[in-house]
């Protein structure tokens, strides 16, 4: 998974962005549906949020 894509929401400080506590049910709901048709472990790459 890229960080981009499934939804992480950060703060927009160049070099010390925070994750926004709206990212945390927006990744869960994403990384679920996909466990529940393809159970694996996810692996995010990046940190790269809208």
Do not use: C
Not at 28 to 46: E, F, N, Q, S, Y
């Amino acid at each position: 998974y890229d960080a981009f894509d499934i939804g992480f929401i950060t703060t927009d400080e160049f070099t010390n962005a925070e994750i926004l506590e709206a990212t945390y049910p927006a990744v869960a709901k994403r990384l679920h549906g996909d466990w529940i048709t393809d159970p694996a472990i996810p692996i995010v790459t990046g940190f790269l949020g809208k």
